[in-house]
């Protein structure tokens, strides 16, 4: 299908008509990045907006397929609640989704997660508990399973980092989507690990497709790092999601590096983005770089997981936190 | 002597404690006792020119330093220091 004939048709698509919000969820625009693109002549750069989605981030998909599994099963019974640990965006995502489901929500989030991801989560009607501030995200797991253990009647508990519907999300669907919007030229796909189900589900549909799809992970360069929603899994608590074989290698990305591509992304692109989104893109320059000086032509897509106002902006006259 | 509240990252530069008590008038001279009793650690707290890494977020009791004095805040008897990332992480 020719390239304009394409862009005409989703363009139609945005205008959809639908009977609840989740079937707002994936089919995420791709926009390619023309001005960063300048640094690597040749080789194409594109972004997919998963902040498009109507949570607001990439989460979506994985709480609606978790979602939508459990109901089917029947895992959730009258009078139960959902309860997960997560940054953030998970927890909002599965707010979304439980509202429009009817099922309850309890979220673990560390105390220092940013204040706007509280204040949306709870505009949803969930119940948040938090954990401590100094044992971040791997805290909220520990403390989540202890809660289930001690009632496992009254929870149900999809474990973002082990339910295999979080990689199959992606690759039932943000594969293909990316499969289809590159009209099958997609040379390589990178981004990074949270819980890794984008990068893992996404990468092993890619290869069905074609095997010499270079797949990449991208992960902060430090224990302590700045790139809010990404893991170190040298230090962390692994995932058992993750799968290390569908990689064909791994990024080391520096959180000045994630952070400063974020604010030219917003400044030079229009794409007011989260730190992970510039991360990603961080990571997706260096590759196509790498191809344009051994003069090697590419169709490098990477993930935008969510936007920019999602981030910590301390204001001046806030003496006193609020955690 | 202040007590510094140590993020899990950074707890391999401690042995594993949680928490190390060090004496110090202000941040910086607090920053710089537990450098001496856990070398490495203020690398990756502050950058290159001695600042505050972007990431990081230094409360003394329960006010940001960068709200306060920055490393010159004050630090009395009995305070706590936490050092927190400014991210929950993945």
């Known amino acids: ?323 | 002597m202040a007590t510094v509240h140590i993020p899990t990252p950074l707890r391999k530069y401690t042995h594993g404690k949680e928490t190390v008590v060090v004496s110090g008038a202000t941040v910086s001279e607090v920053l710089a006792n537990l450098e001496a009793a856990c070398p490495g650690i203020r690398e990756r707290i502050c950058d290159d020119s001695g600042k505050l890494r972007r990431f990081v977020n230094v409360f003394v009791a329960d006010e940001d330093i960068r709200h306060l004095e920055q490393l010159e805040t004050k630090v009395h008897d009995n305070d706590a220091v936490s050092i927190i990332p400014a991210i929950a992480g993945g």
């Open chain 1, 1 to 323: 299908m020719a390239r304009d004939q394409l862009f005409a048709s989703l363009r139609a698509a945005r205008a959809v008509v639908v009977d609840d919000i989740t079937q707002l969820v994936g089919n995420t625009p791709l926009v390619r990045l023309h001005r960063i693109e300048r640094e690597c002549p040749g080789v194409e750069l594109w972004a997919k907006c998963e902040f498009a989605n109507p949570g607001g981030s990439v989460k979506d998909r994985a709480a609606l397929w978790i979602l939508r599994d459990a109901l089917a099963r029947g895992a959730i019974r009258p009078g139960m609640r959902l309860i997960d640990s997560t940054s953030g965006n998970t927890g909002i995502a599965y707010a979304m989704v439980g509202a429009a489901l009817g099922v309850p929500v309890t979220l673990v989030m560390p105390e220092n997660v940013t204040a706007p991801r509280k204040q949306v989560t709870t505009a949803y009607g969930v119940e948040i508990i938090y954990s401590s501030p100094l044992e971040g995200s791997d805290g909220a797991i520990v403390l989540a399973r202890e809660l289930v253990a001690a009632r496992p009647d009254l929870y149900y508990y999809p474990d973002q980092y082990s339910n295999p519907m979080n990689p199959g999300a992606h690759y039932e669907s943000t594969a293909p989507e990316i499969w289809a919007q590159t009209g099958g030229r997609v040379t390589h796909f990178v981004t990074g690990i949270g819980t890794s189900g984008t990068v893992v589900g996404t990468s092993r549909r890619l290869h069905e497709y074609s095997r010499s799809i270079r797949c990449v992970a991208i992960q902060p360069d430090d224990a302590l790092h700045g790139l809010e929603g990404m893991k170190h899994l040298p230090s962390s608590l692994v995932p058992a999601i993750y799968d290390e074989g569908v990689l064909d290698d791994t990024m080391w990305m520096p959180t000045d590096e994630g952070w400063d591509m974020s604010d030219r992304l917003a400044q030079e692109e229009g794409l007011f983005v989260g730190h992970s989104s510039g991360a990603n893109v961080a990571g997706a320059l260096r590759i196509a770089r790498g191809l344009a000086r051994a003069g090697e032509r590419g169709v490098v897509v990477t993930i935008l997981c969510d936007r920019g106002d999602r981030y910590f902006v301390p204001l001046q006259w806030e003496k006193h936190y609020i955690w």
